[in-house]
């Protein structure tokens, strides 16, 4: 008997070591994650943008996700979740750092990297643009934005009675920055898909460009004095033909019917410009 409890009380004190080993570790992959965010978030947005830097932090950001989620995927801290007291905390700092591992491989890593190559197509040097490379863009922006979603649902069914400040601080710095991405990632998105459309994915595509400038510029859209027509197909851009604003007859009546909106402040002028 006393060598079972003895046997018992060693592997006890064994899994507490391994225990607090994994913890410490997972603490500063927590710290190093964060870090990273920061950086990133601040060459993402400087005036001046880096894809090159982007690239390099995304992938600093996914290993130390990676990381962090390898740290608290461990059975034994599954099994210390049970635990009255630091259970609620453990459970909380393995599903954020499932979440933020899920993000940044998923969605961060491939964002980034097809950004850097649609950036590198659309280069204006004369030769047609990779519309492939638009397609794997989108195709990215929609991974990222699922991910973000179940992610954000993930930490919306975490309870977070009983966990202690650090974690929970983490867990809604996590939750901020998910929050956020996600109506950007969902207007960005059909934007990526309508890129190689515009580039004459499939079938030509005829655009017109209306170009001013700063003296035809008004505040209910002012005058346009020239005119481009641009032909895109597979990725091929080519001007057709240009014309000058005064080349169009002038018409009476709007070419199509006017919104009531429109048609109510124009009345307003003219009551304005009738009363002075």
């Known amino acids: 008997m006393r060598r079972v409890a003895g046997a018992f009380g060693l ?109 590198a197509a659309l280069r204006l040097d004369g030769e047609r643009v990779d519309v492939g490379a638009t397609d794997e863009l989108a195709v990215a922006l929609t991974a990222a934005r699922r991910s973000v979603d179940v992610a954000r649902d993930d930490l919306a069914r975490l309870d977070m009675t009983g966990v202690v400040g650090p974690a929970a601080r983490l867990v809604e710095r996590v939750d901020t920055a998910l929050s956020a991405a996600q109506p950007v990632l969902s207007s960005v998105e059909p934007a990526a898909r309508l890129l190689a459309a515009f580039l004459g994915d499939g079938e030509p595509r005829r655009i017109l460009l209306m170009v001013q400038n700063p003296a035809e510029l008004r505040a209910a859209g002012g005058l346009t004095g020239t005119f481009l027509s641009l032909e895109a197909s597979d990725g091929r851009i080519e001007l057709v033909d240009h014309a000058d604003g005064a080349a169009f007859p002038v018409v009476d009546a709007p070419a199509i019917p006017l919104p009531p909106d429109t048609r109510a402040a124009r009345r307003r002028g003219a009551s304005c410009k009738t009363s002075r």
């Open 11 to 119: 592997a006890l004190v064994a899994a507490l070591a391994w225990l607090g080993v994994r913890a410490v570790l997972a603490a500063g992959e927590a710290v190093a994650l964060v870090d990273t965010a920061g950086r990133l978030e601040a060459t993402a947005t400087a005036p001046t943008l880096d894809l090159g830097a982007v690239r390099e932090e995304a992938a600093q950001l996914a290993s130390h996700a990676e990381a962090l989620a390898g740290h608290t995927a461990d059975p034994l801290w599954r099994a210390a979740e049970l635990v009255p007291g630091i259970g609620p905390t453990l459970a909380a700092v393995r599903v954020t750092a499932g979440a933020v591992d899920h993000v940044a491989a998923r969605g961060v890593t491939p964002t980034a990297a097809a950004a850097a190559d649609v950036v």
